[in-house]
Every structure is written in structure tokens, then in C-alpha cells.
């Protein structure tokens, strides 16, 4: 059997459980018809579904209140042309499988990137390559680069361009469920500073004594202060046993509102080189979560003979 038609069978199956699949179900929030007025999405391993409308009339009206997934109760007009948007934010490596399909609606839809120019990163409309013309999907969407990400739902034959716009004017319009299939990255991509607040590049010795300091920056998906400082590991691939110590006080080295943790580690235990430019670190959270970073070293490069 053809790899697309275990992809479409495997599809259909999917659909005709559709009440069992879901393992969180939210509605859609208007106004979300521009990319700065998305509604934010918190992506979970498993699959998120969004039950929403699209319309091309000011009569026509969308909800937050459902009877059934694929029903809504009319509350709210809604804007000529309705398109909407949607954010999240991602790790590198997370893998998401979109389906969106409704009730006689064709559907087009748009994977922005992370970038400030709204890039369109994936997009596909009125149901090509899906089991039917009313299911638009777009397979194996992995994230390059963690981040804020968009993505668009527009009636067919309206397009995404570059920018987070749309293009078209006439629509189709009604009721769609879009479900988001997501597969977490194993590992917790995490940024680091290696001698953090220097600047300059110094000599690297890899036989020499001393420690060398490494930050673990906190972010908003990210709490340096949930480290299980025992699990630790950093060097030239990452699993060297080098940690020497772990401070004990909050710190926000760069500056950015969140807290950071401040480590040093043996130098000679991290197995560099003469030439290592990177060193990485690993560890995991209190309550198990795999993570790991890269940092540059700053040392100056090798010197060609």
C-alpha cells in the first residue's frame, strides 16, 4: 500500500471518531481576524481542537457558545470576509499535523514562521491531498526555531501572502473544526550564556585548572529555578559529569524579567579541545522534563599552522 494512502485512510479513521480524539477542545474568541489580534493557542502533546466560523456577510454570525462540536449558537456578527488567526508557541523540533474541516466548507490555511515579516512557512487550500475537498491539511509541520508562530483559516478561494495578509475578496463561509495533532520535542531546547556579561573572546586551555560559568536563561516557557541542579551536565557534547557548583540565589543576569541560574563547571571534566567554539549543557527540571542548550565559549579561534 502507498505511503498517501495509508496517510488518507489513517485520516478518515481519524475523523470518524472525531469526539474521541480530542484531548482538549477550546472555541474560537473573536475579534481574531488580523495576525496582531490572534487568538493565543497553549500547545499540549496530544491533539487541540478549535471549533469556529468563518463568514463573508456582516449578517452572518459566529459564537463561543456550543451545543455540539460542530454547531454553534448565534451571539456575535462577525466581519465581512471573516478570516482568522491564530498563535503559539513552539519549540524547535515540535511536530504538528493540521486538519481543519467543516460542514460543507472549503477552507484555506497558512503556517506563518516566527519572524516579525510574518513569513508563510506552509499552506494548502480547498482539500487538495486530504480524503475530502471540505478537509484542508497540512502534514508534518516541524518548527525550525523555537518561537511565537501563526497560523491562518480563510474560505476558499481566498490565499495567505507573505505578511500575515490575504488575498481575494468573495469566500466561502461557515463552521470548521480545526484539529492540531502535536508531538513535544523529547528534549527542551533552553538558551545559555557560557561567562555570561563577557564580551570578549579568551584563550581556551582545555588541560588548565579552574571553572568556567555558565547561565541557564529563564524565559517565559522556561524556569531556570525548576533545575534539578544534581542532573547537570556540560561540555564539549553535552553529557561531561564537569558541574562543580550551582548558585542558590535568584539572579536575572540579561536583564530580560525572568530568573536566571548561574553554574560553574570544572574545566578540565568538559572535555574540550583546542578549537571547541560550543559548549552545551543538559540537565533536567525538578519535575523531569529532559532539557538542553548551546552556548557559545568565546575563546578565541585556532590558530592554522
Known sequence: MKKNQ????????????APAFADTTLNEIEPNNTVDSAQSLTLQSGVTKVT????????????TTFSSPLMLLPTAPVNVN????????????????LNVYGTALYTTVAVFDNSNSYQVLRTNYGG???????????????????????IGVAGYPRYFTDGG???GTSAASGNYTMAMAVEMPSVQQINVEVRPGSRGLTPLNPRSKGKIPVALLGDANFNALSV????LTFGALGGENSLSDCGSSVQDLNGDGYPDLLCHFDNQS????YGDTEGTVKGKTK????????????????QTK
Open 270 to 273: 568538559a572535555g574540550f579541545q
Open 6 to 17: 495509508k496517510r488518507l485512510i489513517t485520516l478518515a479513521i481519524l475523523m470518524a471518531t
Open 128 to 150: 487538495t491531498g486530504s480524503v475530502s475537498s471540505s478537509v484542508t491539511t497540512i502534514n508534518s509541520i516541524k518548527i525550525p526555531a523555537r518561537g511565537y508562530y501563526t
Open 228 to 231: 534539578n541542579s544534581s542532573t
Open 52 to 63: 469556529a466560523a468563518v463568514s463573508d456577510s456582516t449578517t452572518s454570525t459566529t459564537s
Open 82 to 97: 471573516d478570516v482568522d488567526y491564530y498563535s503559539f508557541y513552539a519549540e524547535a523540533g515540535t511536530v504538528i499535523n
Open 287 to 302: 519535575n523531569g522534563v529532559m532539557f538542553q542548550g548551546t552556548g557559545v565559549l568565546k575563546v578565541v579561534p585556532e
Open 165 to 167: 495578509a490575504v488575498s
